[in-house]
């Protein structure tokens, strides 16, 4: 049995998360320009292994005009909607066609040295509707396998590689490009609001009257270490993998200490299997939170995203000059922080693309500017019917982004574009190079060119090699536009400076009829805590008459209390009456719970499963089993059904409809042994399938 890597985690100095080694800025940028030797100019595979509808919207035409139970929003939709065998065909063919090697190619030829890919966490930790039924079949199944075909055309090209775990369990941030558009709220069958009520579930449950966390999940956040440590096990021997990005775009309303302690887990959790490797933290939309933070740690950059998308209507010199400064602020940041990588950045001044803040939605008040419209993008995946002839068949958000007649809306641009553009690329390329590198969004799109690599440099928009110096023309834009680099004032971080999507919801102001609401609620409260108060005087000689028994920690103790006269649901470690699990008890100790102290969720539930059921003859051989038979033959030893078959009620797929055709394979081959049988003959060389002693999967061998 292969033993488990264990972290050793040093303790943070002075509650500082820092590391012992003590540099400058200049040492920083030398030790990272040593270890990645060149600037980081890239571009975003992005809506490859995460789907996003407005990159590819051809892929989501199928889900409009549908009810709520037909409709997708995001990866975990899509998946669940078409169900494991549809969406995974589906899905190969798309991973085929959307990044192909002469893409890769072309990009060499540009001047690109890096990729950044997005990842989701589901391709190494499956969970529903990724996991499939019964363990058949996966909608993501071959996803590993296209990522690592991708990675070694990068090798042979040349080009490095920078993974980005893009999408996790629950959200990061609510939205779409974190593989689930969280509290979509239906009000009938054709109408959904989601931006009013939009929250991220990852890291705990997210209160919004108080527009804070009432509690913080760990056992996400301890997931996600694990997941970031797989990755790198997985990668590591890879020579074009340079490093990963530990979390894309937690959304602003993280308590930032709970993300600060999360990177500091995974940085050793990703150092410990690959020590050669960057990693890479996104700043959640915060940049001047991170003075300090991990100073002296080999390895590591804040990643930052720089979008004009979102920005109020405001001239083309404003937008030159914004995309000046940022040259400033990235070298007042790298003073007391780290180096800084600019993750994603387009040439978009506008919110026109289709479907850019959600799925048939858009935020309220978007787009700013009146928008054009262009012909949609016919699908590459067969099976899926063209884009919508007539109006726009719905389902509608609180905004309106669809196509119409055949049309999709996307920028209408500048008069001058042509011209423009150019400037506001050389602008930024300029600004962007103040740190180790930037990575545009995205390598290509279905609809305009402003978020496309390919669009814009078949345009004409981007220089054709952006790792030759630039022509002295566009490398002096930002001193004709008037903005001087040294000296000039950074940009602010005020919430204005901050993508409209990441600053909601926002609290709204309080009625007559809310605040009486709240009054009568304080009372009620209060009255209980003065009901609490008289209970515990009252147990007072209770509590000291039982001083002689085993006396346990507060919060434990507290747990105790709280289990008794409840339902058994279990054994808990203190044998309570319910089931306490024993990572809550070591999170009361070690609140992010590494590796090297957590007990495994399956482990536990296995546990209690064999314990909570019935005498079973074979309880000796599952005492000595546990640990190493996987669990679909602990499931059969211990007679227990497999994975429950239900019907999800989206798109009336089933798991029993998965496992028809294999139904139907075992179905002829018995047919076939029955008649060969019957004959006293069997084909020569045939296969026979045999039951397993487990009851469980089939074992094939070939006649003698």
Not at 44 to 70: C, D, H
Not at 138 to 159: F, P, Q, S, V
Not at 657 to 683: F, N
Request: glycine share 8%.
């Amino acid at each position: 049995m292969r033993s488990r890597r264990r972290l050793a985690l040093p303790i943070p100095e002075l509650s500082e998360y820092t590391c012992n080694r003590d540099t400058s800025e200049s040492e920083e940028h030398r030790h990272h320009e040593l270890v990645l030797g060149m600037r980081l100019r890239g571009v975003n595979l992005a809506g490859w292994m995460v789907l996003q509808p407005w990159i590819t919207p051809s892929l989501f035409y199928q889900f409009e005009g549908k009810p709520r139970t037909g409709t997708a929003f995001d990866m975990h939709g899509f998946c669940t909607v078409l169900g494991p065998v549809e969406g995974n065909r589906q899905l190969r063919e798309h991973w085929q066609k959307w990044v192909t090697d002469r893409d890769l190619h072309e990009l060499v030829q540009q001047g690109i040295n890096t990729v950044r890919i997005p990842v989701g966490d589901w391709m190494w930790m499956p969970y529903e509707p990724y996991i499939g039924c019964r363990h058949r079949r996966r909608c993501t199944d071959g996803a590993i396998d296209e990522l690592w075909r991708i990675i070694r055309r990068c090798e042979r090209l040349g080009l490095r590689v920078l993974i980005d775990l893009h999408a996790v369990r629950h959200s990061q941030n609510g939205f779409d490009n974190s593989g689930l558009a969280r509290n979509v709220t239906w009000t009938d069958d054709d109408h959904f609001s989601h931006w009013p009520v939009r929250s991220a579930g990852w890291q705990g449950a997210f209160d919004p009257l108080t527009m804070t966390y009432a509690s913080i999940s760990w056992d996400n956040i301890r997931t996600t270490v694990q997941v970031l440590q797989r990755i790198a096990i997985a990668l590591r021997n890879f020579p074009s993998v340079i490093g990963v990005e530990a979390l894309n775009e937690p959304w602003q309303f993280t308590p930032i200490d709970v993300l600060k302690a999360f990177y500091w887990e995974s940085y050793w959790a990703v150092r410990t299997a690959a020590p050669h490797w960057l990693f890479v933290m996104h700043d959640g939309f915060r940049l001047d939170e991170w003075a300090g933070f991990m100073r002296g740690c080999e390895g590591v950059a804040l990643d930052t995203h720089v979008y004009q998308a979102w920005f109020d209507i405001r001239s083309q010199a404003s937008f030159l000059e914004n995309a000046c400064l940022w040259e400033s602020r990235i070298h007042a940041i790298q003073s007391s922080t780290l180096p800084v990588v600019v993750g994603e950045w387009s040439l978009a001044t506008d919110n026109c693309n289709m479907w850019l803040n959600g799925f048939h939605d858009n935020a309220p008040g978007y787009p700013k500017v009146e928008c054009g419209w262009m012909d949609c993008p016919q699908p590459y995946v067969s099976g899926i019917a063209g884009p919508p002839q007539g109006d726009s068949p719905g389902p509608h958000g609180t905004g309106d982004s669809a196509p119409k007649q055949g049309k999709c809306p996307v920028s209408k641009g500048w008069d001058n574009d042509d011209s423009f553009q150019p400037q506001a690329a050389a602008a930024r390329l300029v600004a962007f190079d103040a740190g180790i590198g930037w990575f545009f969004m995205n390598f290509k799109a279905e609809l305009q060119p402003h978020w496309s690599w390919k669009g814009a440099q078949e345009r004409g928009w981007l220089p054709r090699n952006v790792s030759a110096p630039l022509p002295k023309q566009l490398l002096n834009v930002c001193v004709r536009n008037g903005t001087s680099h040294s000296g000039s004032t950074p940009i602010g971080s005020g919430a204005s400076e901050l993508p409209w999507y990441n600053a909601l919801p926002t609290p709204h102001g309080s009625s007559s009829v809310v605040l009486l609401f709240c009054f009568g609620l304080g009372t009620l409260l209060t009255l209980a805590a003065i009901l609490k108060v008289v209970l515990m005087l009252v147990s007072v000689s209770t509590r000291r008459a039982q001083q002689g028994r085993l006396q346990l920690p507060p919060q434990l103790l507290h747990l105790a209390r709280k289990s008794q006269g409840r339902k058994p649901g279990g054994l808990g470690p203190l044998g309570l009456r319910t089931r306490v699990s024993s990572r809550r008890v070591v999170q009361l100790t070690y609140p992010l719970m590494s590796a090297q102290h957590a007990i495994e969720e399956a482990d536990e539930d296995e546990t209690v499963q064999i314990l909570s059921s019935p005498p079973n003859r074979y309880s000796h051989f599952i005492d000595a089993a546990r640990g190493f038979l996987p669990t679909w033959a602990m499931d059969a030893v211990r007679g227990d059904s497999p994975r429950s078959s239900r019907a999800t009620g989206h798109g009336g797929w089933s798991c029993e409809d998965v496992g028809a055709e294999e139904a139907s394979d075992h179905q002829a081959v018995s047919d076939r042994d029955e008649e060969a049988s019957s004959t006293g003959s069997r084909p020569p060389g045939d296969w026979t399938v045999s039951r397993s002693p487990l009851g469980s999967g089939s074992s094939r061998g070939r006649d003698a």
